[in-house]
């Protein structure tokens, strides 16, 4: 009997929960333009360290000098070379997102009709595509 008001409570509960909105057109496309800006600070962030890192391990002789610089130089290599990895999944993110935001809408598209000065409202069917 106790199980049953338990399970009795919680699904009462769950009647009441909000489902969460679909984000609109405006929010899937600022939402993929941050994504992509990220995905490129990363990118170039990642690729420019990569290369400083592998400038530094470069100035090293590998069999007479002992002063560190080749490791040094290959984890700051290392660290380059996983954040330009790491913005792989933003740019994925953020074509996921325009496509998302790049629906069919129904949309009524103004026009003046010629030679009577009116202006009528027909309807349309658009397909939005922004980059």
Known sequence: MAI????????LGSYGQRERPDLSKEDYLQKS???RTAGWVLLGAGAATATVGLRIASQEEWFWDDSGKFEQGMSIFLVGATSSLLSIPFFISSGSNARKAARLSFDG????VPGQELSKIQPSLSLTLEF
């Open 33 to 35: 333009k941050n994504q």
């Open 4 to 11: 049953i008001l338990v399970l009795t409570f919680f699904s």
């Open 109 to 112: 598209q103004r026009y003046i």
